[in-house]
């Protein structure tokens, strides 16, 4: 059974630019979760997609925004690029959004580098 | 803003000695508990959980312990292994959402 799948792995944008990111979450999962991982903040929930529906949203800024489509796939993108957005983007998923667990299956990560 | 566990203290272990990794939570409210393993290059992998009315969860070599009367949470693992090295991370999660709240990390390095 493939895992998640994230593409790009790694990629390099200038500030300014806008990014898009995207997950293919594992066979049957629905829910699609986003979190960023930087060295000063550590992990941190971006979003939540179930059903094509934002179900939850971390406190970031409105440059960061999400989309769930019906095959359960998942996209990112990040307007405006600023150097702090500098991280790695992962994505995880789960059966179910009303998941009575604490297990999500992540994905590697899509790192962004901006300069 | 959220956190859980804002030390990102680093164990180092022989091989073959257990391993006490702690964590500490904010919100009393979350009812699931969560440890998580990450490797150099690699995303988060689930270890185990436990349920806000438990106070004990055993695993294959580990054991997850929950006290909430002051928010600890801790991850013990028996008979430490060099494939064991990696970063531990605590979370907790409130409610039906896939929102996790994750500590900053535990750098286990397990010396052979």
């Known amino acids: 059974k493939a895992g998640v799948t994230q593409t790009p792995r790694y990629l390099i944008k200038t500030r300014g630019q806008q990014v898009t990111l995207s997950c293919s979450p594992i066979?049957?999962?629905?829910?699609v979760s986003w979190y960023q991982q930087t060295p000063g903040q550590g992990l941190q929930f971006l979003f939540e997609?179930?059903?094509?529906?934002?179900?939850n949203k971390g406190n970031f800024p409105g440059r960061f925004s999400g989309r769930q489509f019906s095959n359960s796939r998942s996209e990112m993108n990040v307007s405006t690029l600023e150097l702090g957005d500098s991280a790695l983007y992962l994505c995880?998923?789960?059966?179910?959004?009303?998941?009575?667990?604490?297990?999500?299956?992540f994905g590697e990560g899509s790192r962004l580098t901006v300069l | 803003g959220e956190s859980v566990g804002l030390h990102l203290p680093t164990l180092s272990v022989q091989e073959g000695d257990n391993s006490i990794i702690n964590c500490a939570y904010s919100?009393?409210?979350?009812?699931?508990f969560i440890w998580y393993k990450q490797e150099s290059g690699k995303g988060p992998q689930f270890i185990i959980d436990?349920?806000?009315?438990?106070d004990k969860r055993q695993g294959q070599r580990v054991t997850v312990l929950l006290n909430k009367t002051v928010k600890h949470l801790s991850l013990q693992i028996a008979a430490t292994q060099p494939g064991d090295s990696a970063v531990y991370f605590c979370?907790?999660?409130?409610?039906?959402?896939?929102?996790?709240?994750f500590g900053t990390g535990t750098l286990l390095a397990v010396q052979p």
């Open positions: 436990i349920r806000s009315n438990m």
């Open positions: 995880a998923s789960s059966i179910t959004g009303q998941a009575n667990t604490g297990e999500l299956f």
């Open positions: 979370a907790e999660k409130e409610g039906a959402t896939n929102k996790l709240i």
């Open positions: 997609y179930f059903s094509e529906t934002q179900r």
């Open positions: 066979s049957g999962h629905r829910s």
């Open positions: 919100n009393s409210a979350s009812d699931y």
